[in-house]
């Protein structure tokens, strides 16, 4: 078995290719089930030479719990919202429009409520282990769905730069609603959540347009660029701003997890292009985490497999 160099964090680049000649030397056939892609091992490397690594992460990295990104045509959310009649798509996710109209966004929050249908994914997992080795700055996500909070992502080493589901607040006075009375009202009945101060309506705190982001975001992001040794972004397409400019605010390695190419992420960066589970399941095995991904991942699901339950049934 190929493992990476071990000894102080000092590797370089020589020690990389070393590496990559070693395992070529060994003439492992593909049929074998052992060809080791030499970007795969490089991004290895870069992550077990870090210390402080900060991931960025979209929607691609939530498809395969079964939660459609935004923009897939066809597939994606804002596709799929044709049926609540918006006058356009991210309506859904206009505070003035809920102001107006709380309804489309009430039906999408039962589909959507974290914990309820759909689980961390496999890179989910691997971004916790990133944490349980201690090896994570920080997890910068742009999807509202819960599932590294789910994944046990520790809460200080987590910024959902979109907001969550676990609190809520009135759109009007800002008042706070405890969150599991406003997950009830919306999960279990037809009735819009209502301030009790001002009779506002309620929403869960995601950041609609027409709303800033958190100020955790911002505070924690001006120390987190300057420590980053490693930069992961995983499964976006780096178009919604400020999220999307964060890669211009960092000077360390920059590695991309993702199905393409991002034109502004820079072509002198590492790119690993696939499925994001697939190449970070590759990743932990290079490390040394692959069961200890998996596991943690199974001890994460919320819905087990169909299979799993028609074994249990018989």
Known sequence: MVTLPSGSNRETKNDVDELINQVESLGIKENEGAKI???????????KESKNIMILSGAGISCSAGIPDFRTPGTGLYDNLQKYDLPYPEAVFDVNFYRRKPEPFLSLAK??????NHSPTITHSFVSSLDHHGKLLRSYT??????????KVSDDLLVECHGHFRTASCIRCNAKMDGEK????ILNSDNVPTCTKCKGYVKPD??????????????LLRKDVAK???????GTSLTV?????IPSYVSCRKMLINREEVESFGSDNLALLGDCDDICLQLASQLGWKEEVKKLNDETK??????????SSE
Do not use: Y
């Open 37 to 47: 892609d030499k970007k795969i091992m490089k991004g290895a490397a870069w992550i």
């Open 111 to 116: 589909e959507l409520w974290p914990g309820l």
């Open 142 to 151: 742009q999807n509202i769905d819960g599932l590294e909070h789910l994944a």
């Open 182 to 185: 406003c997950k009830n009202i």
């Open 206 to 219: 995601i950041v609609f347009f027409g709303e800033g982001l958190p100020d955790r975001f911002h505070k």
């Open 228 to 234: 980053a040794d490693l930069l992961i972004v995983m």
């Open 241 to 245: 701003a400020p999220v999307s400019l």
């Open 302 to 311: 919320v819905i087990k497999d169909k299979a799993t339950k028609k074994n």
